[in-house]
């Protein structure tokens, strides 16, 4: 079956796979070849999939959607991270976090200011009007 890893900026995952393991909102889910059609949510945690070659390959996934329609699976999340091993996708995942927690810092860093202008701005005006 084909599995595809879908993020809003592109495909992280394109390749044939023999199974897929997955946590979706109701449990643990596992996929093969001739397993029933199905859509379901998923919660965040690990997928990992055994590709056509051998081995097992890992994908830290958010929560999404994954949807199984015949020979193709498809997995739509919001952010995912590939790695090799299990060891090496912690620590892309935590590298990714902070990257995550650096912008949304720089975020509220600029709304602060942004509202401190407001505010400032806003007294101007009041102390205007009443001079």
Known sequence: ??????????VLVDEEARKVSVEAADGALTLLERHIDIATALVPGVLSFEPSGGGERFVAVAE???VKCADEV???VRNAVRGAEL?????????????LDEREESARVALNKI??????RFI??????TE
């Open 1 to 10: 079956m084909q599995l595809k890893v879908l993020l809003p900026t592109g």
């Open 74 to 76: 498809l997995v739509s």
């Open 87 to 99: 060891g090496e996708l912690r620590r892309r995942v935590q590298e990714e976090f902070q990257k």
């Open 115 to 120: 509202e401190a202008t407001f505010v400032h």
């Open 124 to 129: 101007e005006l009041e102390h205007g009007k």
């Open 64 to 66: 999404g959607v994954l």
